[in-house]
């Protein structure tokens, strides 16, 4: 399976579903934005975008199925899947704001091999696939080399629906605002992900996500010499609701921070 061929082409999609979004950010009306729970809201954007995507990724690999957000298609896939996310950010997005995104990642059996973030406002394509490296608009990226939590700065995401683990997420949020440079809240888990593989950010952390949300920004993280993982520090950040994302030498101090907080063990 050629990799590399295969991201040109989504990469191409991507740009071309974005320029439909961002068309679109001035027509939608506010009474065309609906709840799926609590925070959790969609618009005609979001499905329509995503029905192009699935269309065209389709046309690309035929065999391959979807995990899509807004489940436009139920099509499994044997061996490859696409895991789509339309409009990641769409409550920015319903307000005008930045950063909203595209995120495309392609799963063959259990490991991702291609990824592709496109924050639409910036006109920013984050990409890679398997044995390359992590590239920005064509240009070579690469995490950073910061070493110590105290010269990081950090980007988070709030829930906003699972409030269970909120007290200990505050107190986190409180030792790492004593303890960096900073916490930033894009309010997309996608965009932040690409952040960090290119270096304007050291450290990702959230949880109450979803596959959709992370598997490309996660794959591209690593592709840029970064380390994923869940709180507890294994792998089960794809679909385990919850990642850790940073450079490598800021991993295993950070990590532990996060689990010390978040996995309740204070």
């Known amino acids: 399976m050629n990799f590399e061929k295969i991201c040109k082409q989504v990469k191409e999609i991507t740009i071309d579903t974005g320029f439909y979004i961002k068309k679109q950010i001035h027509l939608l009306k506010q009474h065309q934005v609906e709840s799926k729970g609590t ?39 044997d061996k490859y899947n696409w895991i789509v996310d339309p409009l990641d950010g769409t409550t920015n997005f319903i307000h005008g704001l930045s950063p909203y995104a595209i995120s495309i990642a392609l799963k063959q059996d259990d490991k991702i091999v291609l990824g592709v973030v496109y924050e639409i406002s910036l006109n920013e394509c984050f990409f890679a696939w398997e044995n390359s490296k992590a590239f920005l608009n064509n240009n070579e990226i690469c995490v950073t080399q910061t070493n110590k939590i105290n010269n990081s700065l950090i980007a988070t995401g709030f829930p906003y629906y699972d409030y269970k683990r909120l007290n200990l997420f505050l107190n986190s949020l409180e030792y790492l605002m004593k303890n960096s440079h900073g916490i930033r809240r894009l309010g997309s888990a996608a965009t932040d992900l ?31 010499g970064g380390l994923v993982c869940d709180f507890k520090g294994k792998d089960n950040y794809l679909f385990g609701g919850e990642i850790i994302a940073t450079n490598l030498l800021l991993h295993n101090s950070f990590r532990n921070v996060v689990s010390d907080f978040m996995c309740n063990k204070k």
Do not use: M
């Open 194 to 224: 690409a952040y960090v593989a290119c270096g304007r950010f050291d450290a990702f952390y959230e949880y109450s996500l979803h596959a959709w949300d992370v598997a490309a920004g996660a794959f591209i993280v690593q592709q840029a």
């Open 39 to 77: 925070h959790d809201f969609v618009t005609f954007v979001d499905k329509t975008a995503e029905k192009k995507l699935v269309k065209s990724l389709s046309q690309i690999l035929p065999e391959a199925g979807f995990i899509a957000e807004e489940n436009t298609s139920n099509k499994r896939g």
